[in-house]
């Protein structure tokens, strides 16, 4: 089937994006949304009329958006604690119109848990995700036109999931792997929710935004961010030609939360405001979206995996 194009190139702003879509009346959460991708997420949204609700660890922190635009609500959330989890979903009522999973941790240095004893990258990037998504599955579904969108990266192009060890129990546990595996996760949740979710109207997609300069880098240390041509020797920010800034990098995750233009699509992904081709993941590969992140048996196995965890 042919690949979903948009008029929007690489370097299209969030904003741009939704250019005369009017939002109003439309509810929308955006996780992580007070800092980096997230609060461009929720400024384009909210512009374009939405109201939306910032699922953050701290709501403070999400201030300075609330007073940019009255109509959003800042709301506790910790992706690494189920109660917490439970207590957000508890807390919403109504049609949910776009459940945008964008928060997310990136190469902690060592192994961390979380209470339920999962990895702490794939307890917060995915399984908090899918457990939210679970939560609120029946807001979802009393909207006319609900969508998800799961903020992936290219780093799912690095690593399959590793059902034998997806928790780095035997295997040496390695911050990248860890990150790229739990990215290759978030991309089977949009797989696995348009899948199992399409009979009650709820359309998933997943996206990556790009390289853009945002804390999620703040565990990394200069010789891997050097590595990535991310700072020089001298331990200055370099901005490659290639970087987005946060607006351009929350460009993609809006086409897919609320552009007429991706309606109907579903199970996809998306990166620079386009539907990208399915590939062979690997080290050198650097578009495109893993076979093994958007395998079906993948996808299932992965359902079946997290379920128990969060009932
Ligand atoms: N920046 C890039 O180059 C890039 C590239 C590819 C993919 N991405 C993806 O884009 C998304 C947004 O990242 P970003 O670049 O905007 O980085 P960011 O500014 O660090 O945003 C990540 C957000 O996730 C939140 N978060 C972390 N742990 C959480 C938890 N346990 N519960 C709830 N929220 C939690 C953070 O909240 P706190 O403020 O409380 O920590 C923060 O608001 C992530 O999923 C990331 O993997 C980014």
């Known amino acids: 089937m042919a690949l979903t ?70 709301v506790a959330l910790d992706l690494a604690d189920p109660a917490s989890i439970r207590a957000f979903c508890d807390d919403w009522s109504g049609p949910l119109d776009a459940l945008v999973a964008n928060a997310g941790v990136m190469m902690l240095p060592t192994r961390q848990v979380n209470t339920q004893g999962w990895e702490m990258q794939l307890a917060v990037n995915y399984l908090g995700h899918f457990a939210l998504a679970n939560g609120l599955r029946t807001a979802l579904a009393a909207a006319e036109r609900p969508r998800v969108v799961v903020v992936s990266s290219g780093a799912q192009l690095r690593a399959g999931f590793d059902f034998e060890d997806p928790q780095f129990e035997r295997r040496p546990y390695n911050p990248f792997a860890a990150y790229a595996q739990s990215k290759t996760a978030d991309v089977l949740l949009a797989v696995g929710i348009s899948r199992r979710w399409a009979e009650h109207g709820i359309a998933a997609n997943a996206c990556a935004p790009g390289f853009i300069h945002t804390k999620l880098q703040r565990h990394l240390d200069e010789a891997t961010m050097q590595a990535f041509g991310a700072m020089d020797a001298q331990g200055n920010l370099v901005t490659p030609d290639y970087y987005k800034t946060p607006v351009q990098g929350a460009a993609t995750t809006v086409l897919l939360a609320a552009s007429p233009l991706v309606e109907g699509v579903s199970g996809s992904y998306f990166e620079d405001n386009q539907e ?33 965890a969060v009932r």
């Not at 609060?39 to 940019?68: F, H, M, S, Y």
């Not at 990208?276 to 093994?292: I, N, R, T």
């Open 5 to 74: 194009t948009t008029p929007f190139g690489t370097r299209a702003t969030a904003a741009e994006v939704l250019d005369g879509v009017d939002l109003t009346g439309h509810r929308m959460i955006v996780t992580g949304g007070a800092s980096g991708l997230g609060a461009e997420t929720v400024r384009a949204l909210a512009g374009a009329g939405a109201q939306v609700t910032v699922a953050t660890r701290n709501p403070a922190d999400a201030e300075p958006l609330i007073k940019e635009f009255p109509g959003t609500r800042a």
């Open 276 to 308: 990208s081709e399915v590939v062979d993941g690997g080290p050198e590969v650097m578009a495109g979206v893993a076979k093994w992140s958007v395998d079906p048996v993948a996808s299932d196995r992965l359902w079946e995996y997290a379920l128990p």
